[in-house]
């Protein structure tokens, strides 16, 4: 019996070092901060459903979210906006704050003709 908890244990602590690994190397934002989708997407003239599905299914409104994709790119903020395009409109740096980050997904919807097609979400 003391054998499983030594192993159950062990198991539990190479997971949460291998989670804390990937957040680490991944958090170019810091903490969470939860923000209203709506307000957000309000601020601009798109498809508003469209934008909250987006958004939700990206960061879930968390402003400071973070994901590395296999290529090794990071996608940053509400709108989760890839780190190939932060220097087109957030100076190089990841665009944690809203409302760069809201700037850095206008830039991106009309790259792609006023669409959503720049995100992986999209469908």
Same mark, same amino acid.
């Given at each position: 019996?003391?054998?499983?908890h030594i192993v159950?244990?062990?198991?539990?602590?190479?997971?949460?070092?291998?989670?804390?690994?990937?957040?680490?190397y991944c958090d170019?934002?810091?903490?969470?901060?939860?923000?209203?989708? &709506?307000?957000?997407? *309000?601020?601009?003239?798109?498809?508003?459903?469209?934008?909250?599905? $987006?958004?939700?299914?990206?960061? /879930? =409104?968390?402003?400071?979210?973070?994901?590395?994709?296999?290529?090794?790119?990071?996608?940053?903020?509400?709108?989760?906006?890839?780190?190939?395009?932060?220097?087109?409109? &957030?100076?190089?740096? *990841?665009?944690?704050?809203?409302?760069?980050?809201?700037?850095?997904? $206008?830039?991106?919807?009309?790259? /792609? =003709?006023?669409?959503?097609?720049?995100?992986?979400?999209?469908?």
């Amino acid at each position: 019996m003391k054998f499983a908890h030594i192993v159950a244990f062990l198991a539990l602590v190479a997971l949460v070092s291998a989670n804390n690994r990937t957040r680490a190397y991944c958090d170019v934002c810091g903490d969470s901060m939860m923000v209203d989708i &709506s307000s957000w997407c *309000a601020q601009y003239s798109w498809n508003q459903e469209n934008c909250k599905c $987006i958004v939700q299914h990206e960061s /879930g =409104g968390n402003a400071h979210a973070c994901n590395k994709n296999g290529d090794g790119s990071i996608d940053a903020g509400l709108w989760q906006v890839n780190q190939m395009n932060w220097a087109s409109c &957030s100076g190089g740096a *990841a665009p944690c704050d809203p409302s760069t980050n809201l700037g850095c997904a $206008i830039k991106v919807y009309n790259w /792609g =003709g006023s669409t959503w097609k720049y995100w992986a979400t999209c469908s």
